[in-house]
């Protein structure tokens, strides 16, 4: 397989650690090391103190895979396959997928949700967004697109870069649509906890669908981007084995160390997710105070996770004024090209405690 750059990690290489202010950042902000251990219970730092540090086991820590499948109704353990988040899309995609088969895929999107599929060989449908209708997505063009060789439905909610999240009856048409077709899903719930009213949190797809195959971590939600600890789940035990396999030649097994550190983190996840979602919803007050002031740019305000996806109005380049805006203030948003969604929109993370401070500062820049 051959890939094409992925161009939003390789915006990020180039400003991630120089720029002085993320602005376009999708995760929390990260939890000290000794922060999360002082959350840790007897077990689980005398798992840590007396942590050997070779080889772990190739599923995931038992104890991980236990509080990973309390996350889920009707998920256990064996539904679980640890994976470095990213790493999960890969294994999904190359265990359901051949050249020249469809696949449909909510678009604009994480890169590798279509690319991987794109560098198997599959003809790939981009199931696009409507910003005029709040970011919705069209279920009659989904029907529409549906093929005799459609082998795959990828979708993300909530949905990055935009954070729509369909209502539970929509989602509940989606898995239907895919199990009257007999097509699997792979649904990317990486900003799963992150629903600014709990009452729009949708289930698990491999809650409710067979032949789904769900991914989440610890990376955005909970801030901890850095232990690399994902997770894949999925009733389908055939599929699963498959990924098990195909995983011995990618990772072969996860950090024994981020397994006690994600281990701790998940028994503590109400508290951590909490404190999280504090600072979202501070933050969201100040954009929506921002944004109420601002000619320049219009938003559709999200439904749920830690990023927005902001139009620049008039015919101005969101690529240029990105550039110029991290060259002249230090200040790093996310342009729209790197979506391959036009050169109109940019993204904005919202889930840092210094936000308040980086708006300010792109407040006196935009009126100076």
Same mark, same amino acid.
């Given at each position: 397989?051959?890939?094409?750059?992925?161009?939003?990690?390789?915006?990020?290489?180039?400003?991630?650690?120089?720029?002085?202010?993320?602005?376009?950042?999708?995760?929390?902000?990260?939890?000290?090391?000794?922060?999360?251990?002082?959350?840790?219970?007897?077990?689980?730092?005398?798992?840590?103190?007396?942590?050997?540090?070779?080889?772990?086991?190739?599923?995931?820590?038992?104890?991980?895979?236990?509080?990973?499948?309390?996350?889920?109704?009707?998920?256990?353990?064996?539904?679980?396959?640890?994976?470095?988040?990213?790493?999960?899309?890969?294994?999904?995609?190359?265990?359901?997928?051949?050249?020249?088969?469809?696949?449909?895929?909510?678009?604009?999107?994480?890169?590798?949700?279509?690319?991987?599929?794109?560098?198997?060989?599959?003809?790939?449908?981009?199931?696009? #967004?409507?910003?005029? &209708?709040?970011?919705? /997505?069209?279920?009659?063009?989904?029907?529409?697109? $549906? @093929?005799? !060789?459609?082998? =795959?439905?990828?979708?993300?909610?909530?949905h990055n870069p935009t954070g729509y999240t369909p209502t539970l009856?929509?989602?509940?048409?989606?898995?239907?649509?895919?199990?009257?077709?007999?097509?699997?899903?792979?649904?990317?719930?990486?900003?799963?906890?992150?629903?600014?009213?709990?009452?729009?949190?949708?289930?698990?797809?491999?809650?409710?669908?067979?032949?789904?195959?769900?991914?989440?971590?610890?990376?955005?939600?909970?801030?901890?981007?850095?232990?690399?600890?994902?997770?894949?789940?999925?009733?389908?035990?055939?599929?699963?084995?498959?990924?098990?396999?195909?995983?011995?030649?990618?990772?072969?097994?996860?950090?024994?160390?981020?397994?006690?550190?994600? #281990?701790?983190?998940? &028994?503590?996840?109400? /508290?951590?997710?909490?404190?999280?979602?504090?600072? $979202? @919803?501070? !933050?969201?007050? =100040?954009?929506?105070?921002?944004?109420?002031?601002?000619?320049?740019?219009?938003?559709?305000?999200?439904?749920?996770?830690?990023?927005?996806?902001?139009?620049?109005?008039?015919?101005?380049?969101?690529?240029?004024?990105?550039?110029?805006?991290?060259?002249?203030?230090?200040?790093?948003?996310?342009?729209?090209?790197?979506?391959?969604?036009?050169?109109?929109?940019?993204?904005?993370?919202?889930?840092?405690?210094?936000?308040?401070?980086?708006?300010?500062?792109?407040?006196?820049?935009?009126?100076?």
């Amino acid at each position: 397989m051959r890939f094409k750059p992925f161009e939003l990690e390789r915006y990020f290489a180039k400003y991630e650690f120089s720029a002085k202010y993320l602005l376009s950042s999708s995760d929390c902000d990260g939890l000290l090391q000794s922060d999360v251990l002082d959350l840790a219970d007897a077990q689980s730092r005398e798992l840590w103190d007396n942590l050997t540090l070779g080889y772990t086991e190739s599923g995931g820590h038992p104890l991980l895979k236990d509080e990973i499948a309390k996350m889920y109704q009707g998920i256990t353990p064996d539904d679980v396959l640890t994976v470095v988040p990213e790493e999960g899309i890969y294994l999904a995609l190359n265990c359901i997928l051949k050249s020249g088969d469809h696949v449909i895929c909510t678009f604009p999107g994480y890169q590798s949700l279509y690319e991987i599929a794109e560098g198997i060989g599959c003809e790939v449908t981009k199931w696009e #967004l409507n910003e005029a &209708r709040g970011w919705a /997505l069209d279920l009659d063009f989904l029907k529409s697109q $549906i @093929k005799s !060789n459609t082998k =795959l439905l990828v979708v993300n909610f909530p949905h990055n870069p935009t954070g729509y999240t369909p209502t539970l009856l929509e989602f509940q048409e989606i898995m239907d649509i895919a199990r009257e077709h007999n097509i699997y899903v792979l649904s990317d719930e990486m900003y799963r906890y992150m629903e600014f009213d709990a009452a729009d949190r949708l289930p698990s797809a491999s809650e409710v669908y067979e032949n789904a195959v769900s991914l989440f971590g610890v990376s955005k939600a909970l801030g901890l981007a850095g232990l690399r600890v994902g997770w894949v789940t999925t009733k389908n035990k055939e599929l699963l084995s498959r990924m098990v396999t195909y995983k011995d030649f990618t990772t072969i097994c996860g950090s024994a160390p981020s397994e006690i550190l994600a #281990l701790i983190a998940l &028994r503590n996840s109400e /508290l951590i997710v909490s404190r999280n979602l504090d600072t $979202i @919803k501070t !933050n969201l007050g =100040l954009l929506d105070t921002f944004f109420e002031g601002q000619d320049l740019f219009s938003w559709i305000k999200p439904r749920a996770g830690s990023i927005a996806f902001p139009r620049i109005n008039g015919n101005r380049s969101s690529l240029a004024f990105c550039e110029t805006l991290v060259a002249e203030t230090g200040i790093m948003l996310l342009p729209s090209t790197v979506y391959g969604f036009g050169d109109n929109h940019f993204r904005l993370g919202f889930g840092r405690k210094n936000m308040p401070e980086v708006l300010d500062k792109f407040s006196e820049y935009l009126k100076a």
